[in-house]
T-cell receptor, first 112, second 112 residues
Framework: DVKVTQSSRYLVKRTGEKVFLECVQDMDHENMFWYRQDPGLGLRLIYFSYDVKMKEKGDIPEGYSVSREKKERFSLILESASTNQTSMYLC???????????FGEGSRLTVL | DQQVKQNSPSLSVQEGRISILNCDYTNSMFDYFLWYKKYPAEGPTFLISISSIKDKNEDGRFTVFLNKSAKHLSLHIVPSQPGDSAVYFCAASYTGTYKYIFGTGTRLKVLA
């Protein structure tokens, strides 16, 4: 089974802090994604990466950056956290050949 | 503009009856559709998918129907069980992209 592991399940940060969310997958998938989930808004794509060091903006990239230095790892960075970034963050990965994404358990971020 | 819509935020069904969750889309380029199930504080898990070359796909108690002319898909769960209580997201993708567009989700409650 595919395993997508997110480093932190729950985080509490202060406004202005830098936040790192880490995601690791163990299935050699080429593609990795960061989504955020908010009530009534569903899952919205922040960034995705289709290869090492390659990234593309999703629908809501403002306030976020990403890093993919190794194939198995995709990091989401909030340079200066704000209260409107309080959310559930979900990492996913998929192979190029099979159109099914597998998700991690999520990271619940609260920014005070 | 919301390309994938789930117009019913919630649905309650008696145990043993059929649950029907609906999803509409606007982009005619979408050619692959997926349903995910999400429990609170967990990541979404893949449930079932359908390619646009089919109009039905079945997996146990779960069946997905696709009506391309109406740009509509539905998920049928028969018989519904209390463990099916969760939020269900539909997602769409198209050839040439590896990302997914998600709907806003429908919260299903199966009453014992």
């Amino acid at each position: 089974d595919v395993k997508v592991t997110q480093s932190s399940r729950y985080l509490v940060k202060r406004t202005g802090e830098k936040v790192f969310l880490e995601c690791v997958q163990d299935m050699d998938h080429e593609n990795m994604f960061w989504y955020r989930q908010d009530p009534g808004l569903g899952l919205r794509l922040i960034y995705f990466s289709y290869d090492v060091k390659m990234k593309e903006k999703g629908d809501i990239p403002e306030g976020y950056s990403v890093s993919r230095e190794k194939k198995e790892r995709f990091s989401l960075i909030l340079e200066s956290a704000s209260t409107n970034q309080t959310s559930m963050y979900l990492c996913a990965s998929r192979s190029t050949g099979r159109p099914v994404a597998f998700f991690g358990e999520g990271s619940r971020l609260t920014v005070l | 503009d919301q390309q994938v819509k789930q117009n019913s935020p919630s649905l309650s069904v008696q145990e043993g009856r059929i649950s029907i969750l609906n999803c509409d889309y606007t982009n005619s380029m979408f050619d692959y559709f997926l349903w995910y199930k999400k429990y609170p504080a967990e990541g979404p898990t893949f449930l079932i998918s359908i390619s646009s070359i089919k109009d039905k796909n079945e997996d146990g108690r779960f069946t997905v129907f696709l009506n391309k002319s109406a740009k509509h898909l539905s998920l049928h769960i028969v018989p519904s069980q209390p463990g099916d209580s969760a939020v269900y997201f539909c997602a769409a993708s198209y050839t040439g992209t590896y990302k997914y567009i998600f709907g806003t989700g429908t919260r299903l409650k199966v009453l014992a």
